[in-house]
């Protein structure tokens, strides 16, 4: 089932990113969801493609909700992972001997909004890369890469009216920081009577 669950969401991927520049996302269909295990799914999409010296920590405590859509949520998480992964493999590969590979998915709660931190101790984003490291095509750092990953997650939270941040980046590793707001409670306000207060009118 996993498998499955996984093929699916590799040719969704796909197909949005074929769509990508020619039609926008659809808007979210937003639901409470259980973050620790949104973050689970995540983990068992990204996992699949890290090597055995890459370990990925689930650290989302048991209870905490976010108001998002699954599908689009589990594709942020999912492609800043196997950014992280990539990162940490390309220097593994210039180190004698590896050192083990770290991602890890935190959450807490700040209010109305959810914050969720992933954090790697690879060895950072390249400057050259920075200023343009959300825009389309233009933050590959490895041969075959289009740049399309943080574009499409920074589209999909900004569609919640969150925000996605690179929190830090350096030789110890990159922290991203992921906020998504509950949606706001549409009020509809009620209608007031015409007749005037006192005049007996029926």
């Not at 196997?82 to 807490?108: D, F, H, K, M, Y």
Request: with cysteine; charged share 25%.
């Amino acid at each position: 089932p996993k498998l499955i669950a996984n093929l699916d969401r590799a040719i969704d991927f796909l197909s949005q990113t074929l769509k990508f520049g020619r039609a926008q996302e659809r808007p979210p269909l937003r639901e409470k969801l259980m973050l620790r295990d949104l973050a689970d799914d995540a983990i068992d999409a990204a996992v699949v493609q890290a090597s055995s010296r890459i370990v990925l920590y689930n650290h989302v405590p048991a209870g905490i909700l976010v108001d998002a859509d699954r599908e689009q949520l589990s594709r942020v998480l999912t492609n800043i992972m196997r950014n992280a992964i990539q990162a940490i493999e390309s220097n593994q590969e210039q180190l004698t001997p590896p050192e083990e590979g770290r991602v890890i998915i935190r959450s807490w709660r700040q209010g109305s909004v959810a914050c969720i931190e992933i954090t790697d101790n690879g060895p950072g984003i390249p400057e050259r890369i920075r200023p343009k490291l959300f825009e389309a095509f233009q933050s590959a750092a490895r041969a075959g890469g289009t740049g399309l990953g943080l574009a499409i997650s920074m589209e999909l939270i900004r569609a919640h009216g969150g925000e996605l941040r690179l929190q830090r980046t350096g030789s110890d590793g990159t922290s991203f920081l992921v906020t998504v707001p509950d949606a706001a409670t549409e009020i509809h306000p009620g209608r007031r009577g015409e007749r005037r207060y006192g005049t007996g009118e029926a």
